[in-house]
């Protein structure tokens, strides 16, 4: 199985707070303006640098917010990335100044891919969802163009109560949009996302029985996040297949908030550090939270049992915005 004690596999970076939309279940809490307080491409620089002079294999850097169109210096942020040879990702809201001509821009400087949320098969749910009217429509205009300029397109979709209903007519749109990677994420009860909103374990269990089934076959990846016991799914579908671990918080993955505090995952509010006073590879691979949160034998209950701790470990920020615990076991898996 992958370790994942030395570096992370994706790092996303929420390079401001700033958004135009008002999703229902945003994490960060977007705001309508720049903070501040938000870090400057100067004071990112050296992060920059320790990402790619201080991992064996740097890891693929998402830049997210908010909105990280919101950010004038977008594109020097992504050139002086793509300088220092890292992966970069952009992830996007789907608003007036996510155009045709802002991807060939990013095209041009050597972004990888480009992830866009589409969160119901029609404008009625999505926009509900999103907030805001036209986005819908935006989506699916955008993802035409990001495909047609030759980038990896990922859409993101997040699995509430509101949109679990829509999934198998999500999946063939998906199909449809050219997909390089549909990742599900499964909605945790943190920021204005409430509890109400989340699938319980019971729920949670036919979706991924359903994307065990669906993934097969297809020809772009299905990946989840707050539901790292889909390895669980698909080991026991295929019990012949290598068990490999998934990335999940603090271990393969990893956040930094537009202020530079460095977290698990963008789920978990709990902070490790800040870049602004300690190189990014120092906490990941020494803070005590990273380290705990790698350590299965730190877990509690069923999840400290389960023959499938390493690999899976569950959703260390499902369990913390459940219980107030870290190490609890995650109530969102029917094993518990």
């Not at 004071?43 to 169109?69: K, N, Q, S």
């Not at 400087?109 to 509900?128: I, T, Y």
């Not at 509101?162 to 998906?174: G, H, N, S």
């Not at 050219?178 to 945790?188: D, K």
Request: charged share 25%; glycine share 6%.
């Amino acid at each position: 199985m992958m370790s994942y004690a030395d570096g992370p596999h994706v790092l996303t970076w929420e390079i401001t707070r700033a958004c135009q939309l008002h999703c229902r279940h945003c994490r960060a809490r977007a705001i309508p303006r720049r903070d501040p307080e938000e870090l400057s491409l100067e004071a990112m620089i050296p992060v920059l640098d320790d990402l790619a002079e201080h991992f064996a294999h740097p890891p693929i850097l998402v830049l997210t917010g908010g909105d990280p169109l919101e950010r004038p210096d977008l594109d020097d942020i992504i050139r002086e990335a793509r300088e220092r040879h890292l992966v970069v990702a952009v992830a996007p809201s789907a608003t007036p100044r996510l155009t045709p001509e802002a991807v060939q821009r990013w095209r041009d400087l050597g972004v990888h891919s480009v992830s866009l949320s589409l969160d119901g098969s029609d404008r009625l749910v999505h926009d509900a969802f999103r907030g805001s009217r036209g986005t819908f429509e935006r989506t699916i205009t955008m993802a035409d163009a990001i495909v047609r300029a030759g980038l990896a397109l990922q859409i993101n979709t997040s699995i509430s109560q509101q949109t679990v209903d829509q999934l198998p007519e999500m999946a063939q749109l998906v199909r449809e949009l050219g997909v390089a990677s549909w990742e599900l994420f499964f909605v945790i009860p943190t920021g204005r996302a409430r509890l109400m909103d989340a699938l319980n374990a019971a729920q949670i269990e036919q979706v991924l029985d359903w994307l065990t089934e669906f993934a097969k076959g297809q020809p772009f990846r299905v990946t989840t996040v707050g539901a790292p016991h889909y390895i669980r799914a698909l080991h026991r579908r295929s019990p012949d297949m290598p068990l490999r671990t998934v990335a999940r918080e603090a271990r393969g993955f990893a956040f930094i908030n537009h202020r530079g505090d460095v977290f698990p995952s963008g789920y978990l509010p709990v902070s490790a550090g800040s870049v602004k006073e300690q190189p990014f590879s120092e906490i990941y691979r020494h803070s005590e939270l990273f380290q705990m949160l790698r350590n299965p034998d730190c877990f509690e209950g069923p999840c400290g049992l389960c023959r499938y701790r390493e690999a899976c470990g569950g959703s260390r920020a499902r369990a913390y915005a459940v219980t107030g615990s870290l190490v609890a076991s995650d109530p969102g898996c029917v094993w518990v």
